[in-house]
């Protein structure tokens, strides 16, 4: 049972512990420190590549660096004052949280029904879970050079549609908002189908009972819809707002691709944060000023991060809330408890008192 | 059918009381009996239309010719002219187009590959091994996924700049290696795909710590590694921000040539979008085989994640 290098006496600790299995005392160190020699390579990566980066970001904002000699001035906050006093940096923003709102709302919204479709008991399940899948293999920048031809003011397809139809025309590309549309049009496209699945998959977790006793009641599938599985589907849908926040909040491969200049129209219409750090560092290679610009960034990230957070914990209350009491019945409830508390006291200190 | 099943003759499931029924009836079939109707199957084939239709309108756009697009009476038949819109692309010396397709082939395997493995040496040790600390060092890893690329990229081309590599395909590897998405996937599913008992049989056996990890661990964790292998591969293919930034047009991947390709023909759509459809092909292949897998993928993600 035992194999032969187990039973072997156990030599003096070798210099070089190369193989293991030399004996128990062996065995035991490589079962103590295997396990973070296992994680060490994604520690080190990070470390590297990671966590060094972020904070050289941090260093190197407060600097004047130069290019030529790879070091820096130390400078203050001169870089963040200049991002954050460039009306540039405004309309990036701007830009930015416009593009997200409109992709994400929309995309969740048609994620939910497409989801809520294919939990049906339907014919040939993979093949349009498949098919709603397939815009996501598609790499971003390709859907942006289709998009982007599709929106075409003068000759694109949808403003031909639209004109065959007896609308106007629509700038999309000279008129802020609507480039925002097109923009966002690309993002939905590559992204509802893989959101759709993820809600697919917790709306399949969600127990069949709950529908049963619902149609039991009497209650039709909208309402089904609305009374059950939205309100199951809320843990993942937090989810999926957060990750695709962290995205959106990202965005560059579209409105850098949406035309060939790439940098965000002539009044940068469609500039966003992303893509004038790219500019910001690669085009007038001013690295102090993108560093400065990749924190105001991350900060920005990790706000909504945290209003993010906070929404969860009310929504996560709130689903609790229909079976558990308001906040007022939870104090006339702890109210009537005390005063039970207090009733039980005294009644025993009575009982006490008359029996001694 | 019934010949083979050694079933008593004469007795079926529906003979036996109910409570003595050795299995209960199916309760999904039960409840959801019915087929859907029209609106389910019509609302699911808009949805498939507009998939493909961006699929379809770079074929028809690309297998045109550059008048095409200003064509008001355009047919919705793809044209003829795809493979010489297709040669423009390819025989363009400034897109170099077979390197960027070597290039994002070699980049993507590889980097799946070695996500892959690490991610599932790590997962197995957070998963199955006790360590000090192992809880902490887990949300450590979970939380660095909300870091976001562009705040380390700075210094990253800094010292990516320092040590000679940009514009190399390295670049773009070798941050790659190794992601806290994948740990965090192979962990959760290590958990539960391998008992205790199997890791504690191998010790006693006297294997060595990565010997059990070759043996136990990675054949257990197969399927959950072609899924991560999978999606690695899907987001390495699909990359831009960062090679787009560290490589130069001599040296590009697929997606830079891509964006290379609008600068040099951007009143030429035909050539343009011929070069999207030539650069989708590979992944749309990849799909076709494995799309099954990669959806079950994320389902799956989802639930435990």
């Given at each position: 049972?035992?194999?032969?290098?187990?039973?072997?006496?156990?030599?003096?600790?070798?210099?070089?512990?190369?193989?293991?299995?030399?004996?128990?005392?062996?065995?035991?160190?490589?079962f103590?420190?295997?396990?973070?020699?296992?994680?060490?390579?994604?520690?080190?990566?990070f470390?590297?590549?990671?966590?060094?980066?972020?904070?050289?970001?941090?260093?190197?904002?407060?600097?004047?660096?130069?290019?030529?000699?790879?070091?820096?001035?130390?400078?203050?906050?001169?870089?963040?004052?200049?991002?954050?006093?460039?009306?540039?940096?405004?309309?990036a923003?701007?830009?930015?949280?416009?593009?997200?709102?409109?992709?994400?709302?929309?995309?969740?919204?048609?994620?939910?029904?497409?989801?809520?479709?294919?939990?049906?008991?339907?014919?040939?399940?993979?093949?349009?879970?498949?098919?709603?899948?397939?815009?996501?293999?598609?790499?971003?920048?390709?859907?942006?050079?289709?998009?982007?031809?599709?929106?075409?003011?003068?000759?694109?397809?949808?403003?031909?549609?639209?004109?065959?139809?007896g609308?106007?025309?629509?700038?999309?590309?000279?008129?802020?908002?609507?480039?925002?549309?097109?923009?966002?049009?690309?993002?939905?496209?590559?992204?509802?189908?893989?959101?759709?699945l993820?809600?697919?998959?917790?709306?399949?977790?969600?127990?069949?009972?709950?529908?049963?006793?619902?149609?039991?009641?009497?209650?039709?599938?909208?309402?089904?819809?609305?009374?059950?599985?939205?309100?199951?589907?809320?843990?993942?849908?937090?989810?999926?707002?957060?990750?695709s926040?962290?995205?959106?909040?990202?965005?560059?491969?579209?409105?850098?691709?949406?035309?060939?200049?790439?940098?965000?129209?002539?009044?940068?219409?469609?500039?966003?944060?992303?893509?004038?750090?790219?500019?910001?560092?690669?085009?007038?290679?001013?690295?102090?000023?993108?560093?400065?610009?990749?924190?105001?960034?991350?900060?920005?990230?990790?706000?909504?991060?945290?209003?993010?957070?906070?929404?969860?914990?009310?929504?996560?209350?709130?689903?609790?809330?229909?079976?558990?009491?308001?906040?007022?019945?939870?104090?006339?409830?702890?109210?009537?408890?005390?005063?039970?508390?207090?009733?039980?006291?005294?009644?025993?200190?009575?009982?006490?008192?008359?029996?001694? | 059918?019934?010949?083979?099943?050694?079933?008593?003759v004469?007795?079926?499931?529906?003979?036996?009381?109910?409570?003595?029924?050795?299995?209960?009836?199916?309760?999904?079939?039960?409840?959801?009996?019915?087929?859907?109707?029209?609106?389910?199957?019509?609302?699911?084939?808009?949805?498939?239309?507009?998939?493909?239709?961006?699929?379809?309108?770079?074929?028809?756009?690309?297998?045109?010719?550059?008048?095409?697009?200003?064509?008001?009476?355009?047919?919705?038949?793809?044209?003829?002219?795809?493979?010489?819109?297709?040669?423009?692309?390819?025989?363009?010396?400034?897109?170099?187009?077979?390197?960027?397709?070597?290039?994002?082939?070699?980049?993507?395997?590889?980097?799946?590959?070695?996500?892959?493995?690490?991610?599932?040496?790590?997962?197995?040790a957070?998963?199955?091994?006790?360590?000090?600390?192992?809880?902490?060092?887990?949300?450590?890893?979970?939380?660095?996924?909300?870091?976001?690329?562009?705040?380390?990229?700075?210094?990253?081309?800094?010292?990516?700049?320092?040590?000679?590599?940009?514009?190399?395909?390295?670049?773009?590897?070798?941050?790659?290696?190794?992601?806290?998405?994948?740990?965090?996937?192979?962990t959760?599913?290590?958990?539960?795909?391998?008992?205790?008992?199997?890791?504690?049989?191998?010790?006693?056996?006297?294997?060595?710590s990565?010997?059990?990890?070759?043996?136990?661990?990675?054949?257990?964790?197969?399927?959950?590694?072609?899924?991560?292998?999978?999606?690695t591969?899907?987001?390495?293919?699909?990359?831009?921000?960062?090679?787009?930034?560290?490589?130069?047009?001599?040296?590009?991947?697929?997606?830079?040539?891509?964006?290379?390709?609008?600068?040099?023909?951007?009143?030429?759509?035909?050539?343009?979008?011929?070069?999207?459809?030539?650069?989708?092909?590979?992944?749309?292949?990849?799909?076709?085989f494995?799309?099954?897998?990669?959806?079950s993928?994320?389902?799956?993600?989802?639930?435990?994640?």
């Amino acid at each position: 049972m035992n194999p032969p290098e187990v039973a072997k006496p156990t030599p003096p600790a070798p210099k070089k512990p190369r193989r293991v299995g030399f004996g128990p005392r062996l065995s035991r160190w490589d079962f103590k420190f295997s396990p973070y020699l296992y994680i060490s390579p994604f520690f080190i990566l990070f470390f590297i590549v990671g966590l060094f980066p972020i904070a050289f970001t941090a260093v190197i904002s407060f600097m004047d660096w130069d290019l030529v000699r790879n070091t820096g001035t130390f400078i203050g906050f001169d870089q963040y004052a200049y991002v954050l006093s460039n009306p540039k940096f405004w309309i990036a923003l701007r830009n930015t949280f416009s593009i997200f709102l409109i992709s994400s709302v929309p995309q969740l919204i048609f994620a939910i029904f497409i989801a809520a479709i294919l939990d049906q008991n339907i014919r040939a399940k993979t093949f349009w879970r498949m098919g709603v899948l397939l815009p996501y293999v598609m790499a971003p920048v390709a859907v942006a050079l289709i998009f982007s031809n599709m929106f075409g003011d003068q000759y694109g397809i949808v403003n031909t549609t639209l004109q065959n139809l007896g609308l106007p025309a629509v700038p999309w590309h000279s008129n802020a908002f609507a480039s925002h549309i097109a923009i966002a049009t690309m993002v939905n496209f590559r992204w509802t189908g893989y959101n759709t699945l993820i809600l697919l998959a917790a709306m399949q977790a969600i127990p069949r009972d709950y529908y049963e006793a619902a149609t039991v009641d009497g209650a039709g599938k909208v309402r089904q819809f609305f009374s059950i599985t939205v309100p199951s589907l809320r843990p993942t849908l937090i989810f999926v707002i957060i990750t695709s926040t962290i995205g959106g909040l990202q965005i560059f491969d579209e409105p850098r691709m949406y035309d060939q200049y790439g940098t965000g129209g002539a009044n940068y219409q469609w500039l966003t944060i992303t893509l004038w750090l790219y500019d910001i560092g690669w085009g007038e290679w001013n690295f102090g000023r993108a560093a400065a610009l990749a924190w105001i960034l991350f900060i920005i990230i990790l706000a909504i991060g945290v209003i993010n957070l906070f929404v969860t914990q009310g929504l996560v209350r709130n689903e609790g809330g229909r079976t558990a009491m308001t906040r007022a019945q939870r104090r006339t409830a702890a109210r009537l408890a005390k005063r039970d508390v207090a009733a039980t006291k005294s009644n025993k200190h009575q009982t006490e008192e008359a029996g001694s | 059918m019934t010949a083979v099943e050694p079933v008593p003759v004469g007795v079926t499931d529906r003979d036996i009381a109910p409570e003595e029924r050795s299995r209960p009836p199916k309760r999904r079939r039960a409840v959801k009996g019915t087929r859907p109707g029209w609106f389910v199957y019509s609302s699911l084939a808009v949805v498939l239309i507009a998939s493909l239709f961006p699929y379809y309108w770079s074929l028809l756009i690309g297998s045109g010719d550059s008048s095409t697009i200003r064509d008001p009476n355009m047919s919705w038949i793809p044209g003829g002219n795809f493979f010489e819109n297709a040669a423009a692309v390819v025989n363009d010396p400034a897109v170099n187009f077979w390197l960027a397709l070597w290039n994002s082939i070699f980049s993507s395997a590889l980097i799946a590959l070695s996500v892959v493995f690490f991610s599932t040496l790590a997962g197995w040790a957070f998963a199955k091994l006790k360590f000090k600390g192992s809880s902490f060092l887990l949300i450590f890893v979970i939380a660095t996924m909300a870091v976001p690329m562009q705040l380390g990229v700075v210094p990253l081309y800094i010292l990516f700049s320092e040590i000679g590599w940009t514009g190399q395909i390295g670049a773009i590897i070798v941050p790659a290696l190794v992601t806290a998405f994948g740990v965090f996937w192979m962990t959760q599913y290590l958990q539960q795909a391998v008992p205790d008992e199997l890791i504690e049989a191998a010790r006693v056996d006297g294997a060595s710590s990565f010997r059990t990890f070759l043996t136990v661990g990675l054949p257990a964790a197969r399927p959950a590694a072609a899924m991560l292998a999978l999606f690695t591969f899907v987001t390495a293919w699909n990359n831009f921000f960062w090679p787009f930034i560290v490589l130069d047009r001599q040296n590009p991947t697929l997606p830079v040539a891509l964006s290379l390709l609008q600068s040099n023909y951007f009143v030429d759509y035909s050539i343009v979008l011929a070069g999207v459809l030539l650069s989708t092909i590979p992944l749309l292949i990849l799909f076709i085989f494995a799309g099954r897998q990669l959806v079950s993928g994320i389902m799956q993600g989802a639930v435990k994640g």
